[in-house]
């Protein structure tokens, strides 16, 4: 190996060292969900019953409303996770999820001789991402995205195999995880069309990838009724979009579903988003003389999804920054070799990670993107009413609980069934009936900071 070789090979080492710095300084950080504490309760009610819940449980206000549960199997496993290692086991498990996504995105377009076009690429997808690396079922699915990728990438490989079929595998589970299923089935819909448009243009058709991509797109969609909401279950994402939609009642007051561009968005998150647009954009243009139908296609569609609203940034960044690192290699494969650039580049990447890496760490970086984190394992007791709990399992008041949204998941977590709670985050229960839901007359009112409901639910 010569010295050339050996400074590729040290730099890619650090870059690789760095970003997985950076992805613990984001992800290793205290529980600060409210849905944490009714998806671990359901997991523990799954296993207690032998079944997945169909009714609601929890809940004085709508006692056996319908409960379309897509979320079970992740419910299972933080239930798993957490008897074995408690809620320090929860903070660990997300670290390795985020590793997994990491990896899966960053495999795709390696190159150790330019570890800094990825470095640039993925340390970006980090920063954009980090809002959602949260122990909910939304980050198990930027895993199978990822995977998804993976495969798709791998099977364009000459005598690689059908990887694609893989993404069959893939769907079973992400259907029984969380409803952004229907993310994974447009992605292989996504790759189809880009080969089809392809074959157009160069008036020669891959016959046996588009056979093979069309008959994963069969699959996968039939995937979606292997639930055991069965056709529910499949058509939960239509469900889902008129309740979590930009343009829905919720959107007013649940920051995650506002716009990009909304008043609560963050000068840092808007720039980091626009770097990672910006950057896709140009190598997409630089590269177009080879650029792919796919990725224009990909690029076009979860750019959509990421203005729709904020909670999309994450599958915006996880799905653009491998077509990032891809165009960037492919058109500067066309350049002539410029070592000195290189090696600034790579110094450049390496300091960037490095005190974005050491700005996580200490929380500054999280809160500069616009919600605040610190490090450490088990649960961020401020973010709770630990108080009200406590004066409660004390003086074991008579009648229902009156308090915020936001708080039911921890009541009913550690309450029920003694007691039952006002509403919780399951916006699938109460969506539809949620308007007509009234406080109680005469109720316990906990966390004073709470004056009651959102004025939509009133």
Not at 225 to 246: E, K, S, T
Request: proline share 5%; aromatic share 10%; hydrophobic share 50%.
């Amino acid at each position: 190996m010569d010295g050339a070789a050996r400074t590729d090979a040290r730099t890619a080492w650090i870059v690789s060292a760095l970003l997985a710095a950076l992805a613990g300084a984001f992800s290793l950080t205290r529980i600060q969900s409210y849905d944490y504490w009714w998806q671990l309760r359901t997991g523990r009610w799954i296993v207690e019953n032998g079944a997945v819940p169909f009714e609601d449980v929890y809940t004085y206000t709508v006692p056996g409303a319908a409960y379309l549960d897509i979320h079970w199997l992740h419910q299972l496993g933080l239930h798993a996770v957490h008897s074995l290692a408690g809620h320090g086991g929860i903070v660990v498990a997300k670290f390795v999820l985020v590793l997994l996504v990491l990896g899966l995105a960053g495999s795709i377009g390696w190159r150790r001789e330019r570890a800094a076009v990825s470095g640039v690429a993925l340390g970006l997808m980090l920063a954009l991402a980090s809002e959602r690396f949260l122990p909910r079922p939304e980050l198990p699915s930027f895993v199978l995205l990822a995977a998804i990728a993976w495969l798709l990438e791998r099977d364009r490989r000459p005598g690689a195999g059908p990887y694609a079929w893989g993404v069959v595998a893939v769907q079973l589970v992400w259907t029984n995880l969380h409803g952004l299923f229907a993310v994974g089935i447009a992605f292989v819909g996504l790759h189809l069309a880009g080969e089809i448009l392809d074959g157009f243009v160069a008036r020669h058709f891959d016959r046996a990838r588009c056979r093979r991509l069309f008959g994963v797109l069969l699959a996968s969609l039939a995937m979606a009724f292997v639930n055991p909401n069965g056709v529910d279950g499949a058509l939960y994402p239509l469900l889902q979009f008129g309740m979590i939609g930009p343009d829905t009642a919720g959107a007013g007051w649940v920051a995650e579903l506002e716009r990009f561009f909304g008043p609560t968005a963050h000068p840092l998150q808007q720039a980091v988003a626009v770097a990672l647009c910006g950057l896709t954009l140009a190598a997409l243009v630089a590269n177009r003389r080879r650029l792919e139908a796919r990725d224009a296609l990909v690029f076009g569609a979860f750019l959509f999804l990421a203005l729709s609203a904020r909670r999309n940034l994450a599958l915006f960044a996880i799905a653009v920054a491998p077509i990032l690192v891809r165009n960037a290699h492919a058109w500067l494969d066309t350049r002539p070799p410029a070592r000195g650039l290189s090696r600034v580049a790579a110094g450049l990447t390496v300091t960037l990670l490095l005190v974005g890496t050491i700005d996580a760490a200490r929380g500054e970086l999280s809160r500069r993107l616009g919600w605040a984190r610190s490090l450490g394992l088990g649960i961020a007791e401020r973010t709770y009413p630990e108080g009200a709990l406590a004066w409660i399992e004390r003086e074991r008041p008579e009648g229902p609980i009156f308090h915020h949204m936001s708080d039911g998941g921890y009541l009913l977590f550690h309450l029920f069934p003694e007691y039952r709670v006002m509403m919780d985050g399951r916006l699938e229960v109460y969506y539809g009936g949620a308007r007509r839901l009234r406080p109680p007359e005469r109720a316990v009112r906990v966390r004073c900071r709470v004056a009651g409901l959102p004025q939509q639910l009133l």
